[in-house]
């Protein structure tokens, strides 16, 4: 919580003493014309708000050991998964995998609790487990929209413009993976142009392509292009989203995909997705055995692959509407249970992906907001590691987009703000500031205020704190018309990061043979 | 937390029994065509997030006393506070009182640490502290907005509406004071038709006139016969709002009206009203610090008025852009001043109020929603008692937004829903529907979900989730269009609680008479 010493008890990348130097790495940039501050990844100093006590965390750790035990999770289409687990001493019975009480559990011991992705700029690496939270843009819109251009497919442009405007976001301290699908592009060969998206246009961390065993492969073929084959084998520099096909199902496609990350040593996060009502029962306590229970089974499936591999427990629960089946953000019921599920998986000992900016609305109006505030706080108090879908969200995962992205991003900054607490150094006390203002003045113009203003309270670029005079001559602009501006303003700055011309000739050669060596398909 | 039980450990005003029983009350109120259902006060099952631990508190509570003992807080224009304090043990030198230390807490020990405010319909009476949260709509903007209308000043009419609106949001359990000023109204008289307005359209609790003594007294009067001069003289039934002029200032009418309400056994709660950076020092830890003092001079000055008067420590923290001085809402800053000052009430064993839904926004737009929910959020997470500007702030609180009070209104019910916590009885774990559904089905037709679907998620009245297409048909509505339909739906059925036609009489002689018995003031 609070420190009372400038440096006491915060990594050199933490909180503190980041704050201390914005300023002036804030001045330097303004100066020097760079693109703005970027911030490292976060280190929480706030405690994680809870939602569930021992008795209660117990009981759903029970009741999924239950749901391993006799009812058991599916393997779908993959004889080998089905022998690796009848060989671990699980009970296999057709494509039905019940696990004996204690052996996911078992096998986890195994897993990192926490571990580092690198990044090819070392400065952009990043931590996932522990006190870190890392913010990762949207993952897998068919569609972008602007204000512009309105709604339409998403394209190889827009893939490059969204890592572009997440490379220039302060907060955002990962690349992502499908920040859009750009649909113009043969859905067998579109990862590859993704993945050299990352590496050519960004220098923060990235993910792999999961939409088959060989795309997988092929991301991590490309990787060991920039990062050299020794490193990719004992570092994480990939992290994938396997998705459980909830209830209780991982089929062959993220299977494939798993083993092949797995095996090369790269992070994956085993992630039931969850329309609570539809895929898990109605109830937050249900969800969350079910939850756990997927999780247990598909983390567990990593280490079979291989002991140590980086694994993260992840959750995407939303509820539906009970009229019409449409999934619905930031109501009550999915916060219950992401804070539910970041006790879980703490007391698993693993990292934990849920949340984001999420939200239902078609446009970036309040329910855009609402929602996604509604869900960011509660990702960001509930000690996530990992948050995907942190930026762009729109329509409930449909559509990327362009204004939603920086005003997200500009909450985003305010979240890692707040994650560092209360500065209760000397300076933070300001008992000289209340001693030399006293009754009845102000401290506008007192040596305190003088000396830290800058710094002292986060400036959005979104916001409009102006009188309604001033804001009526400004054109009355809502916050979409603003940050309409903003995220044009932010490619218009954009400057690529250095990529050695020969990892980029070499890419570039995978990419063209590996494109010319089969055909095109587009479904 | 969680509780295994139906009925375990939550009074049956609160949670869990009303969630059962919500579905089936809510089914009865459509069928009756009566107006929704009202949520009784929320009583929390969640823990109060943290943001400080024992020794920042200590420290802040230390450098607070230190303020008290050398610094000092003025009271002005008002001999007779002096002289109480002279008596109490203070050193008074001028206007400026210095109090040796410990004498404050002292004092405060005849507080109640909570207390009930009696409302009309004894169905609609609140607990103030503890895990009781209250919310009340906006107080104090000159300004009004609508859709139709666009911003205007208040009048009576706009009043009537905004106390109509509240007397019809099921999670506003409080009516509130200045809902907006009614400036048709003389300024000496409009309170009488202020507080008349609160009894004779809604019959959920409210809050007196400060803006003079003598206004206090009438408002103490009129609830006098509305419950009685015995009842009022025992049990508090006005809360009523004391800013403190920070930095460490009470001026003579806030003083008024606090002795007034102290002495007549009503609620005051004690706010320094803080624009950090100018009427407090740039930091946290100084705004916490100098907004301890000052509630511990005024709070325990109403135990001079009268041991044992119901008294709440209130803050209102908003930062200031340090560009323009304008203030700033949903930022991270605040953030952190609202979770400290919690934390100190409740170690003072004071009722808390803070927060709301506050926003700079001109209008009901994504930055609206944004400041509202990061100040919303934290102001139930940190454990806020009473929360005033929970519906209807926009434009940095000159504006009452009729579309901004039901979407807060929406927000309000969510919150309700979250602090219930996680349902862990047997129908909450839901293994019968896990073992009914199993892997690979889906769980929308399962007994479970059948069972529980009518109350499983909270629904939005606001919220779109629809598909795209069908927004689009249907005009592709924003948020803010959308809430223009439902205030206009909730005014349209809004029916006036019953109301003792002598005591109606009663008030309305009282307001004529008083009316008469001055001249009209407009400023």
Tied chains: 1, 2.
């Excluded at 002036?24 to 929480?44: D, M, V």
């Excluded at 006190?131 to 709604?151: C, E, H, I, S, W």
Aim: aromatic fraction near 8%.
């Amino acid at each position: 919580m609070g420190t009372t010493d400038e440096t006491a008890g915060v990594d050199e990348r933490g909180g503190r003493r980041r704050r201390a130097s914005g300023g002036a790495e804030a001045r330097r940039a303004k100066r020097s014309g760079s693109r703005s501050l970027q911030l490292p990844f976060i280190r929480r100093i706030l405690p994680e708000q809870a939602v569930l006590d021992e008795e209660g965390l117990a009981l759903i750790e029970q009741n999924a050991d239950t749901v391993l035990e006799e009812i058991g999770i599916e393997f779908r289409e993959d004889p080998e998964a089905l022998q690796m687990w009848r060989e671990a001493g699980a009970e296999v019975s057709g494509e039905r995998v019940r696990f004996p009480k204690g052996l996911c559990r078992e096998l986890l011991k195994t897993a990192p609790q926490t571990f580092t992705q690198h990044a090819r700029n070392p400065e952009r690496s990043v931590e996932i487990g522990g006190k870190a939270t890392v913010f990762a843009p949207v993952y897998g819109p068919p569609f972008v929209r602007d204000l512009d251009n309105g709604r339409r497919y998403g394209t190889i442009d827009d893939f490059q413009n969204l890592v572009k405007l997440a490379y220039q976001a302060p907060a955002l301290h990962h690349s992502g993976g499908t920040v859009c699908e750009p649909v113009d592009i043969p859905v067998n060969k579109r990862h590859l142009d993704m993945v050299y998206a990352h590496i050519r246009y960004s220098d923060k961390p990235f993910m792999g392509s999961v939409t088959a065993p060989e795309r997988a492969a092929d991301s991590v073929a490309m990787a060991r292009m920039v990062f050299g084959e020794e490193f990719v084998e004992q570092n994480c520099v990939l992290i994938n989203l396997i998705n459980v096909n909830s209830p209780m199902v991982f089929d062959a496609t993220m299977l494939g995909a798993l083993k092949t990350y797995a095996r090369a040593n790269q992070g994956t996060i085993v992630t039931p997705f969850i329309l609570a009502g539809a895929m898990s029962p109605v109830t937050v306590a249900g969800t969350l055995t079910q939850v756990l229970a997927e999780v247990l089974a598909g983390a567990a499936f990593t280490q079979l692959c291989r002991p140590g591999a980086p694994v993260i427990m992840g959750t995407f629960a939303s509820s539906i509407s009970m009229q019409s089946g449409a999934p619905t953000f930031g109501t009550p019921e999915p916060t219950l249970v992401l804070y539910g599920a970041a006790q879980l998986a703490r007391r698993l000992n693993l990292p934990f992906r849920s949340g984001g900016s999420l939200c239902a609305s078609k446009v970036c109006d309040a329910q855009a907001a609402y929602e996604s505030a509604q869900t960011l706080t509660p990702t960001v108090m509930a000690g996530t590691n990992f948050v995907l879908h942190a930026a762009g969200w729109l329509e409930g995962g449909l559509v990327s987009s362009y204004e939603k992205f920086v005003m997200d991003c500009d909450q985003l900054a305010m979240m890692q703000q707040l994650s560092r607490g209360v500065d209760l150094s000397e300076n933070g006390q300001a008992m000289d500031a209340i001693r030399e203002v006293g009754p009845g003045s102000h401290y506008l113009g007192c040596a305190h205020t003088q000396a830290n203003f800058e710094t002292a309270f986060y400036r959005s670029p979104v916001a409009d704190n102006n009188s309604f005079e001033q804001w009526l001559a400004e054109g009355s602009k809502t916050a979409e018309e603003r940050a309409n501006g903003l995220w044009k303003k932010w490619l218009a700055e954009y400057e690529a990061p250095p990529l050695d011309e020969g990892v980029d000739e070499a890419l570039k050669e995978f990419i063209e043979t590996t494109k010319a060596s089969m055909p095109d398909a587009f479904s």
